[in-house]
């Protein structure tokens, strides 16, 4: 047996994707309503191309390309090669939709190459946001449409803040994250989404609140889905052998907001839309950014 060679240990990201294949399903129960506002902004009509930013198991993408079916085309985008490959068998044969595995921030997109961009929930972990909006900025045509939903404070979401603090006894110490750094909260204050893509040079921007009651499924699903993703879900893929002490604590939670149609939480996000302006950023920095992209 000692000569026997071990497997590899799993990659942090491995990790979090087996976690969400686990729950992919039920998860969409609540993230497909909320994505259904940002994509209904952009008002798509058959024809235009569009780029999904953080594409994920490509459900989204999917739902563009039905937008602008049938003459339109869609490119998704996402750094997990991984999650790639579900989005990849859900579009085997579409001719009208194609992935790429890379980073959007500086993913060297053919400029003014889609009349929209459309992200749920994939623009708040880039390490550069200005940097990367003003790349996304460049792949629109002039007047080009942006519409994201986004999370509003982890405070204000009872579908990541009510399991957590039942958890919360039986977890260890949590610091205090930093609000401007890469993650799923980094675009909370509305006033850092609007100077980030003011300075990317969009206008006409918009960031409207939203609360709406999602949920997925009855009460053992929820615990499935919370105990997997989201803010609980990151800390027990870090410490598995927490699950049995936080799990009871988190069902009886749960159980308080159980109804005829199984759980409903209260999911907090902005809706933020705007349009590529014509003119160049007006931070130095990305504006020489985008000369030596168009020169390249």
């Given amino acids: 047996m000692d000569q026997i060679s071990r497997l590899p240990a799993l990659t942090q990201d491995e990790v979090r994707v087996d976690a969400w294949a686990e729950v992919r399903e039920p998860l969409e129960l609540q993230l497909a309503p909320l994505g259904r506002r940002a994509l209904a902004a952009l008002a798509l009509h058959s024809g235009e191309h569009v780029l999904d930013i953080g594409c994920g198991g490509g459900e989204t993408t999917a739902d563009l390309a039905s937008a602008v079916a049938p003459d339109g085309a869609v490119m998704g985008i996402d750094l997990s090669d991984a999650v790639l490959a579900f989005a990849r068998r859900a579009a085997d044969g579409c001719e009208r939709v194609r992935f790429v595995q890379a980073d959007a921030q500086a993913f060297p997109f053919e400029p ?33 449409r942006l519409a ?21 006894v039986h977890l260890p110490p949590q610091s205090d994250y930093d609000l401007d750094a890469p993650g799923p909260f980094a675009f909370a204050n509305p006033d850092r989404v609007r100077g980030i893509l003011g300075v990317a040079s969009f206008e006409d921007i918009k960031i409207t609140a939203r609360d709406d009651q999602v949920g997925s499924g009855d009460l053992d ?12 879900g990151k800390i027990l893929r870090e410490n598995p052998e927490l699950r049995g002490a936080t799990l009871p604590a988190v069902r009886s939670a749960l159980a308080a907001h159980d109804g005829p149609v199984g759980v409903r939480l209260n999911a907090a996000t902005w809706v933020v839309t705007a349009r590529a302006s014509g003119r160049a950023p007006v931070c130095p920095k990305f504006d020489r950014i985008d000369n030596q992209q168009e020169r390249a």
């Fill in 221 to 232: 699903t929820m615990l499935a889905v919370c105990s997997r993703v989201g803010a609980l």
């Fill in 112 to 144: 003014a190459s889609f009349d929209a961009a459309f992200s749920r929930f994939g623009v708040m972990f880039f390490t550069d946001p200005t940097a990367a909006f003003v790349n996304i900025r460049r792949s629109l045509k002039p007047n080009g």
């Fill in 148 to 168: 994201f939903v986004c999370w509003r404070a982890l405070e204000e979401n009872l579908l990541d803040i009510l399991p957590l603090r039942a958890a919360s």
